[in-house]
C-alpha cells in the first residue's frame, strides 16, 4: 500500500462548498501515477517502452463529503492482477474518517492491441508482483 496526499483545492469545489465528485477520480490518477513512480516504474518510463495504461473501469463510492483545504490521504494498493490487467483499490481519509473507497482497473496496450504485462515489460510486472505479495 502507498499513501498519497491530495489538498483539496478551491476550484475542486462546488457552489455547496463540497468537493465535486468528479475529482475523486482525479485524486485517484494522481495516487496512482505516485504509486508507479514510489515503486520504480512511473507512467513515464512505461510510456518510454511503448505501452499505454488506459482506464477499463472505474467505481467510486461515496461516504462524506470533503471541502476546501481538506488534507485527503488516498491510500492506493493493488486488488487483482492478471496477465493483462490490472485493478488498483483506493481508500481516501480526512484524519481517522473514509470518505471515498474505490477501484480502477487498467489494461495495457501497446500500437493499439492488448499486450500482456509479463512478456512486454517483465520488471513493472514483477515489482507490481512484489507490491501485491507485501500488502
Known amino acids: ?3 498519497y496526499e491530495h489538498e483539496v483545492k ?3 469545489c462546488d457552489r455547496m462548498g463540497v468537493t ?3 475529482n475523486y477520480i482525479r485524486f485517484m490518477e494522481e495516487a496512482r501515477v505516485a504509486y ?3 515503486i520504480g516504474y512511473g507512467f513515464e518510463r512505461i510510456e518510454a517502452d511503448g505501452v499505454f495504461s488506459p482506464v ?12 476546501f483545504k481538506d488534507r485527503v490521504l488516498v491510500e492506493v494498493s493493488i486488488a487483482k492482477l492478471s496477465e493483462v490487467k490490472i485493478e ?11 470518505v471515498c473507497s474505490a477501484q480502477s482497473t ?23 508482483c512484489r507490491e501485491k505479495e507485501a500488502q
Not at 467510486?60 to 463529503?65: A, I, V, W
Not at 488498483?88 to 473514509?98: A, I, L, N, T, W
Open 1 to 3: 500500500m502507498y499513501t
Open 10 to 12: 478551491y476550484y475542486e
Open 20 to 22: 465535486h465528485h468528479s
Open 36 to 38: 508507479l513512480d514510489h
Open 56 to 67: 477499463v473501469s472505474v467505481a467510486c463510492q461515496y461516504k462524506h463529503p470533503t471541502t
Open 88 to 98: 488498483f483499490s483506493y481508500v481516501m481519509r480526512v484524519g481517522d474518517k473514509v
Open 106 to 128: 487498467h489494461c495495457f496496450i501497446e500500437d493499439g492491441r492488448l499486450v500482456v504485462l509479463s512478456q512486454r515489460l517483465p520488471e513493472l510486472y514483477q515489482l507490481i
